[in-house]
């Protein structure tokens, strides 16, 4: 498990909604990783591949370890048991790109649009092209943070993608933007 695998697109003083849920006992996830919530509505990670908006339900903002990562900061301290989400409906941005699903891939101007899913590999997250799902790809920034413009030549090192994610838990549906 890396940190900070995806984290939000901040362009100016753009800040990005979070919101808190119970933690799972078990839950073992570092910031920026993809998270659900389960049948109780408490976070954890999210499976190791997200082809589809009802497999995710946001970025994690906090990590649910401890400190020194040994355990879960709720089986030290039952009072903290709360976590925070940037929840799908947002800008993020991942530099972890594959176009094969396996290994690691160059982004473009021309992937701009496509839709792609996330995918645990070696436990890094990847957005991946290979196969569609809860993203789209909305730029692709240089090695400055700046917007590539089409149709200028050269390949990207961050990828800023819209998270289209929806999550249920029984009757409840939680949208990813605000109604």
Not at 9 to 31: I, M, W
Not at 68 to 86: E, I, K, P
Not at 96 to 111: E, K, S, V, Y
Not at 125 to 144: E, Q, S, T
Request: charged fraction near 15%; include cysteine; aromatic fraction near 6%.
């Amino acid at each position: 498990m890396a940190a900070n695998d995806i984290m939000p697109y901040q362009e100016h003083s753009q800040s990005h909604r979070r919101v808190a849920f119970d933690l799972n006992d078990s839950a073992a996830f570092r910031v920026g990783e993809p998270v659900e919530l389960n049948a109780s509505g408490e976070v954890i990670e999210a499976a190791s591949a997200l082809t589809t908006a009802t497999d995710i339900f946001g970025i994690a903002a906090e990590d649910s370890l401890a400190v020194d990562g040994s355990t879960n900061r709720r089986s030290l301290d039952a009072a903290d048991n709360m976590v925070t989400v940037w929840p799908g409906g947002q800008l993020f941005k991942t530099a972890r790109f594959t176009i094969d699903g396996t290994n690691a891939g160059t982004p473009t101007q021309l992937h701009v649009g496509d839709s792609a899913s996330l995918q645990l590999i070696s436990d890094v997250w990847y957005l991946d092209i290979n196969a569609a799902g809860p993203c789209r790809i909305m730029a692709v920034l240089d090695v400055n943070g700046k917007p590539m413009q089409h149709p200028q030549a050269g390949t990207g090192v961050w990828v800023v993608f819209d998270l289209v994610a929806t999550e249920n838990i029984g009757n409840v549906s939680l949208p990813a933007t605000p109604a």
